[in-house]
């Protein structure tokens, strides 16, 4: 029944560590987003991929590797965690990247804490 | 650049009404969204609006001004429930969704 997924929802992590989050939609959507909300929860989109591919790639780490095997999942993989990445993660899906309306539904979130 | 203002932090009574400000400056505009987020849960969505005017649902009601890159979220009959944080959005020229910081809604016996 889920719609957008998430795990997993919790992840404690040393510094230095690589790590991975992964998300699946089975709402038959085009375009998948990774979002980072910080403490201050302000909600930041990270990376968005349309059919497979990257369409926005915001000012990120190149530590934070976004894969989309198909156009249902999109992992996030971070390499050498810093203590600054600790946060909650969202990933979301919409029907389409562009149009007018392109409601988007969040996954539960992965709080992200690094030690 | 562009710019999304929302009030950081508002407290209402159980019962009463609420107004939730959302002002914009982007390049271009396709679409207003407002979320709703509860503390620890995902943002989900409440209203979009595109045309000026007031869209309402249940006691829900969104309105939009685009000459003066205005909307609110109005909120009548509020419940504890209603404790949340409200996320403006707008959607840009380049069909992007660009987010506020969000209102926190402090809800009052």
């Known amino acids: 029944d889920t719609a957008v997924s998430q795990t997993p929802k919790y992840l404690v992590t040393q510094m230095g560590n690589d790590k991975s989050i992964k998300c699946e939609q089975n709402l038959g959507h085009d375009t998948m987003y990774w979002y980072k909300q910080d403490s201050k929860k302000f909600l930041k989109i990270m990376f968005s991929y349309n059919n497979k591919e990257l369409i926005i790639n915001e000012t990120v780490p190149n530590r934070f590797s976004p894969k989309s095997p198909d156009k249902a999942h999109l992992n996030l993989h971070i390499n050498s965690l810093e203590l600054g990445d600790s946060a909650v993660y969202f990933c979301?899906?919409?029907?389409?990247?562009?149009?007018?309306?392109?409601?988007?539904?969040f996954g539960p979130g992965t709080r992200l804490t690094v030690l | 650049g562009q710019n999304i203002d929302q009030p950081t932090e508002m407290t209402a009574t159980e019962g009463a009404i609420v107004q939730i400000n959302c002002t914009y400056q982007t390049s271009g505009f396709n679409g207003l969204f407002w979320y709703q987020q509860h503390a620890g849960e995902a943002p989900t969505f409440l209203s979009y609006?595109?045309l000026d005017g007031l869209e309402e649902k249940g006691r829900f009601s969104s309105f939009l001004s685009r000459s003066k890159g205005y909307s609110y979220l109005l909120l009548k009959e509020l419940q504890m429930k209603d404790s949340a944080s409200y996320l403006c959005?707008?959607?840009?020229?380049?069909?992007?969704?660009?987010w506020g910081a969000g209102t926190k809604l402090i809800i009052k016996p």
């Open positions: 979301a899906s919409s029907q389409d990247a562009g149009g007018p309306y392109n409601e988007q539904f």
């Open positions: 609006n595109v």
């Open positions: 959005a707008v959607i840009d020229s380049n069909y992007q969704l660009i």
